[in-house]
């Protein structure tokens, strides 16, 4: 592997364009949600929300089964060539199911029937799930690419949504604008891969589309019930409560995953290649990764989570204005949800998924969705939107929680103390930079 495509250039190409992809939305979001409010906002986000099951149909877990089969070794082409192929072929299938099952949406859930317009608008970035090829630079290891294509989306967006959305009415243009930057994009992507790394499309049969999406579907399911516990939340305000509500909590979520894409995305796309990569070798080599990632989830989320807990009242009225004041106390509450979702990243995606532990992965995220259901309905009776931020809260910590109990069962020792010592820290980039050596030479 060139040094270009070594784990240092990915975790700091990722980390500028997240920075990027911070500052634009900066741009945009204040002007937007001053022009058409709170409800409007509440409208824009739920029909985002709904379709986003379509696109989790879609995608399938590819990101992560496609991933680990192709990054075990990235350097065979036939290997990419059918899992490229196969990959294309099911996301193809999936989508046309998609628009039959959105039909039906369309004409029997409320908020939607009351939209039509904006979930028409909305469900067109289905067609960018088919043709992101995202999953593939990740597992070649070539992240600058994912960086890149999410910087341009974000660019394109910021332009075209400040030039036409003007006033209160053109809030129905702002997911058209979404869809199709995400389409364009998505297109730019699929050629960029096809011609750098020569990917052929070749014959699948169809009944082995079938088998593919059978053998994928523990890691399906558990993203679902990932969505049931997290998006869902908004389903549930948007089918209890009123479109405002829907807006003050949509709001302050948005801002805190933008903040937890910049602060835990960068590490986790770079490192669950890598990591898969050090499980291959053996479990103790994947563990001793781990031990030494784990000190730099801790640090820097849980600094950013104080950080957010104290200037929430500032970051909100700058960004929203005083009509999203009542997103506030979410915030806050949310504050620390960077530093949990790094921690159950780690046990479950880095650790349980690279060790073949898909079932159990599974169970467990099951039972937080359960768990989250259930909750959000009580909470979001008795507290409204504040009872949905702690529903997502709560959750979190259990499944988090569960995946630390049942790993440490299996006698994997997850935490080395030693590792948090500012020295034993500044040694982990030594790590790195020998990694990448290893993997030139």
């Given at each position: 592997?060139?040094?270009?495509?070594?784990?240092?250039?990915?975790?700091?190409?990722?980390?500028?364009?997240?920075?990027?992809?911070?500052?634009?939305?900066?741009?945009?979001?204040?002007?937007?949600?001053?022009?058409?409010?709170?409800?409007?906002?509440?409208?824009?986000?739920?029909?985002?929300?709904?379709?986003?099951?379509?696109?989790?149909?879609?995608?399938?877990?590819?990101?992560?089964?496609?991933?680990?089969?192709?990054?075990?070794?990235?350097?065979?082409?036939?290997?990419?060539?059918?899992?490229?192929?196969?990959?294309?072929?099911?996301?193809?299938?999936?989508?046309?199911?998609?628009?039959?099952?959105?039909?039906?949406s369309l004409y029997t859930i409320e908020p939607l029937t009351l939209e039509k317009k904006v979930a028409v608008f909305t469900f067109l970035t289905c067609i960018a799930s088919v043709l992101t090829q995202n999953w593939f630079?990740?597992?070649?290891?070539?992240?600058?690419?994912?960086?890149?294509?999410?910087?341009?989306?974000?660019?394109?967006?910021?332009?075209?949504?400040?030039?036409?959305?003007?006033?209160?009415?053109?809030?129905?243009?702002?997911?058209?604008?979404?869809?199709?930057?995400?389409?364009?994009?998505?297109?730019?992507?699929?050629?960029?891969?096809?011609?750098?790394?020569?990917?052929?499309?070749?014959?699948?049969?169809?009944?082995?589309?079938?088998?593919?999406?059978?053998?994928?579907?523990?890691?399906?399911?558990?993203?679902?019930?990932?969505?049931?516990?997290?998006?869902?939340?908004?389903?549930?305000?948007?089918?209890?409560?009123?479109?405002?509500?829907?807006?003050?909590?949509?709001?302050?979520?948005?801002?805190?995953?933008?903040?937890?894409?910049?602060?835990?995305?960068?590490?986790?796309?770079?490192?669950?290649?890598?990591?898969?990569?050090?499980?291959?070798?053996?479990?103790?080599?994947?563990?001793?990764?781990?031990?030494?990632?784990?000190?730099?989830?801790?640090?820097?989320?849980?600094?950013?989570?104080?950080?957010?807990?104290?200037?929430?009242?500032?970051?909100?009225?700058?960004?929203?204005?005083?009509?999203?004041?009542?997103?506030?106390?979410?915030?806050?509450?949310?504050?620390?949800?960077?530093?949990?979702?790094?921690?159950?990243?780690?046990?479950?995606?880095?650790?349980?998924?690279?060790?073949?532990?898909?079932?159990?992965?599974?169970?467990?995220?099951?039972?937080?969705?359960?768990?989250?259901?259930?909750?959000?309905?009580?909470?979001?009776?008795?507290?409204?939107?504040?009872?949905?931020?702690?529903?997502?809260?709560?959750?979190?910590?259990?499944?988090?929680?569960?995946?630390?109990?049942?790993?440490?069962?299996?006698?994997?020792?997850?935490?080395?103390?030693?590792?948090?010592?500012?020295?034993?820290?500044?040694?982990?980039?030594?790590?790195?930079?020998?990694?990448?050596?290893?993997?030139?030479?």
């Open positions: 592997m060139s040094s270009r495509h070594g784990l240092f250039k990915n975790i700091l190409s990722l980390g500028i364009v997240q920075v990027a992809n911070l500052v634009l939305p900066l741009i945009s979001i204040p002007i937007i949600s001053r022009i058409i409010g709170p409800d409007k906002f509440g409208v824009v986000n739920y029909a985002a929300t709904f379709i986003g099951y379509f696109t989790l149909l879609i995608d399938y877990g590819f990101n992560f089964t496609a991933t680990r089969k192709v990054s075990k070794d990235p350097d065979n082409r036939e290997l990419r060539n059918i899992v490229f192929s196969e990959v294309l072929l099911a996301k193809t299938f999936l989508f046309f199911c998609s628009i039959i099952l959105f039909i039906i630079f990740q597992a070649v290891q070539d992240l600058s690419k994912v960086a890149m294509f999410n910087l341009l989306s974000k660019l394109l967006f910021t332009i075209l949504v400040l030039v036409i959305v003007h006033q209160k009415s053109d809030y129905i243009w702002m997911p058209l604008i979404t869809s199709g930057v995400a389409i364009l994009v998505a297109l730019i992507s699929y050629y960029w891969g096809i011609n750098k790394y020569k990917l052929k499309l070749i014959f699948i049969p169809f009944n082995r589309i079938f088998k593919v999406l059978n053998e994928e579907k523990i890691i399906f399911l558990s993203t679902v019930v990932i969505s049931l516990y997290t998006t869902t939340n908004i389903v549930i305000l948007g089918l209890l409560q009123t479109n405002e509500q829907v807006g003050y909590y949509t709001a302050a979520q948005k801002l805190m995953l933008i903040a937890t894409g910049v602060i835990n995305m960068p590490l986790a796309q770079a490192f669950y290649p890598y990591i898969g990569k050090s499980f291959g070798e053996n479990r103790d080599q994947g563990i001793k990764a781990v031990h030494k990632m784990l000190p730099l989830v801790v640090f820097f989320t849980g600094l950013a989570g104080i950080g957010m807990f104290i200037f929430a009242p500032l970051a909100i009225r700058i960004l929203y204005g005083e009509a999203f004041l009542s997103s506030i106390p979410i915030f806050r509450i949310l504050s620390f949800i960077p530093l949990i979702v790094g921690l159950s990243n780690i046990f479950g995606i880095q650790i349980m998924l690279n060790l073949k532990m898909d079932r159990i992965f599974f169970a467990i995220t099951a039972g937080g969705a359960v768990l989250g259901i259930v909750l959000n309905i009580l909470m979001i009776k008795w507290l409204g939107y504040i009872g949905t931020a702690w529903n997502w809260i709560l959750v979190e910590c259990y499944i988090t929680l569960s995946m630390y109990i049942v790993l440490k069962k299996k006698n994997l020792n997850l935490v080395d103390w030693k590792q948090f010592k500012i020295s034993e820290i500044r040694q982990y980039y030594s790590f790195i930079i020998n990694k990448i050596k290893k993997g030139n030479g």
